[in-house]
Each structure stands twice: as structure tokens, then as C-alpha cells.
């Protein structure tokens, strides 16, 4: 069992920047992959950014690339999730979530352990 706890959400003007924090407990934070997510209300879970469970690759949804950025401290057991250049359309619920899969995925079913969700509001 993982227990995954973000944190750093909050509200910010169109142009600003966030960073969430996820942090991790119970079984090894170094074999899973992490991943962030991103909901509004009445839309499915949809995929943010990935980082491998050493960090060495990270891959993101097309409309976040170049603003978003993914890293992780495992000594910490710790993901984050920098987020710059803030859109009011990124505004949603973010969940960050644990996989025990070895390959790169971006299916919420792959996902085995999530977190409560934290508010990104953006304003015009």
C-alpha cells in the first residue's frame, strides 16, 4: 500500500505559476512510476505528466509541454509538478498517482494508488 498526499494547489493569475508536491508513504517511493492527473467536473481523469520511477524520463500531455515540468526526489519520496505559464483552462482538481507498471502509460486504469486531489484555480 501507498499513501500519496499533494500538496501546493491553490489560485493564481493567468500567466503564474504553481508547484504541487506529492508525498509519498508505506512501500518503496523508488519502484513506481508517478504520474499527475488533472479533473473538472463532469470530464473523466485525464493524464498530465509521468516521470519514471528513477526520474530519468518524463513525458506529458501535448497541451502542457514547455510549461509543465515533472521531477522527483525518492530520497524524500517526493513527485512535483512545476507549473508555469499558467492557462485558465488548466484550472481542475490534480491528483497525483502511483503505478507498479515498468513501461510509460498514461491510463488512469494503470494506476494502482492515488491521491485526495488538490484545487489549480486560474483567472483571466
Known amino acids: 500500500q501507498v499513501q500519496l498526499v499533494e500538496s501546493g494547489g491553490g489560485m493564481v493569475q493567468a500567466g503564474g505559476s504553481l508547484r504541487l508536491s506529492c508525498a509519498a508513504s508505506?512501500?518503496?517511493?523508488?519502484?513506481?512510476?508517478m504520474g499527475w492527473f488533472r479533473q473538472t467536473p463532469g470530464k473523466e481523469r485525464a493524464f498530465v505528466a509521468g516521470i519514471s520511477s528513477s526520474g530519468g524520463n518524463t513525458y506529458y500531455v501535448d497541451s502542457v509541454k514547455g510549461r509543465f515540468t515533472t521531477s522527483r526526489d525518492n530520497a524524500k519520496n517526493t513527485v512535483y509538478l512545476q507549473m508555469d505559464s499558467l492557462k485558465p483552462e488548466d484550472t481542475a482538481v490534480y491528483y497525483c498517482?502511483?503505478?507498479?507498471?515498468?513501461?510509460?502509460?498514461?491510463?488512469?486504469?494503470?494506476?494502482?494508488?492515488w491521491g485526495q486531489g488538490t484545487q489549480v484555480t486560474v483567472s483571466s
Open positions: 498517482a502511483a503505478s507498479r507498471r515498468v513501461v510509460p502509460t498514461t491510463s488512469p486504469r494503470n494506476f494502482d494508488y
Open positions: 508505506g512501500r518503496t517511493f523508488s519502484n513506481y512510476r
